[in-house]
């Protein structure tokens, strides 16, 4: 029942997501389950999507979108980016996020940074107080990862080196690692960014402050739509 549910939610803010995109806008396409339900509706409407172009923040998302017969480009200094839509882990009253789950952090971060509005879709089960219950992914270059996880490892309660199914160290699409760390409760993400930052190896953490233009979320099976602080539900 709690799959189908938030199944339908993530449909009903796909299809949202939608009625901001314009013809001949330049979409940055972000990454993971909800994106993917986002790529199939918006397959559906192909007077709009056949003159997008779109730069993915991963490589799933651009085979996904290609599969559906979008025109994926690469980004360049000449292509300035209408919007960004993608999907959040959590979401806290403050509008900050973790996102990384699908190892697309970087990549995403990066399109979302040039974007000139940025929509996140995060259904209910995203919604939360405090960041923290969700691992925040910490994306680390291959070369002498494990100094790198040791000198991170006290600002957390935990540090995990994340591998895939079969066992084997994940690597992200810029051929790095991902450590998955569980915040102290008593830890303040924007110190914590800056800590990270400090640490040589670090790329960037799955922290996203001050990314929100625009959160599509749900509520009693409506979707609703947060610009501001002020108007956070939960």
Known sequence: MY???????????AKAAIEYLEKDMVLGLGTGSTIDVFISELSKVESLFSSLKIVATSKASAKKARDNRMNVVDPDKYLELDICIDGADEVDRNLSMI????GALLWEKIVAYRAGKRI???DESKQVTQLGAFPLPVEIIDYGHEWS???????????????GA?????????NNVIYDCLIKNEEKTADLSSKLSAVPGVVTSGLFDQFIDILLTCRNGAVKEISSKENVFW
């Open 149 to 163: 996880a040791a000198a991170i490892g006290p600002l957390f309660k935990s540090v995990r080196l994340r591998k």
């Open 166 to 174: 079969t066992g084997n160290i994940f690597k992200t699409d810029s």
């Open 120 to 122: 996140y879709l995060a």
């Open 3 to 13: 799959q189908r549910d938030q199944d339908k939610q993530k449909s009903l803010l």
């Open 99 to 102: 996102k990384g789950g699908g």
